[in-house]
């Protein structure tokens, strides 16, 4: 899984015509979300192959920032803290999160500045 951090106008329509360049190449959204910040528009969402989405994105003038891949974690969502039990070990670790959001399948998605690092930490925490 890869994560694809797009450029969108801040206008009506630009999301649509996102989606739309995605539906004519048959590339679907596993999890993600957009956010206008300071006026830009900018979204980050999730591709099991975030190449053919960067490709078919481009190719209808949608501007790709990058593809990163990610790390996928599940929460024990009955035990209350988790998110901030697992970002402190992140951070303890030295990554720093950039973008956190879940999927379809209520997984947490973690674009990092370490990735090999946030693996580790995750496989540590997968194995409690």
Same mark, same amino acid.
């Given at each position: 899984m890869q994560d694809v951090a797009i450029f969108l106008e801040n206008r009506p329509g630009s999301l649509a015509e996102m989606g739309?360049? !995605? $539906?004519?190449?048959?590339?679907?959204?596993?999890g993600g979300g957009a956010w206008?910040?300071?006026g830009r528009g900018v979204a980050h969402f999730l591709f099991e192959d975030g190449n053919a989405a960067k490709e078919a994105l481009e190719t209808a003038g949608i501007k790709?920032?990058?593809?990163r891949e990610v790390v996928v974690l599940r929460l024990k969502?009955?035990?209350?803290?988790? !998110? $901030?039990?697992?970002?402190?070990?992140m951070a303890e670790a030295g990554v720093n999160i950039e973008v956190?959001?879940?999927d379809h399948d209520h997984q947490l998605i973690l674009v990092v500045d370490n990735y090999e690092k946030a693996?580790?930490?995750s496989a540590s925490w997968s194995n409690e």
């Open positions: 739309e360049a !995605l $539906g004519r190449r048959g590339i679907s959204i596993e206008v910040v300071d790709v920032l990058e593809v969502q009955a035990v209350h803290g988790q !998110l $901030g039990q697992l970002t402190r070990r956190l959001y879940s693996k580790e930490v």
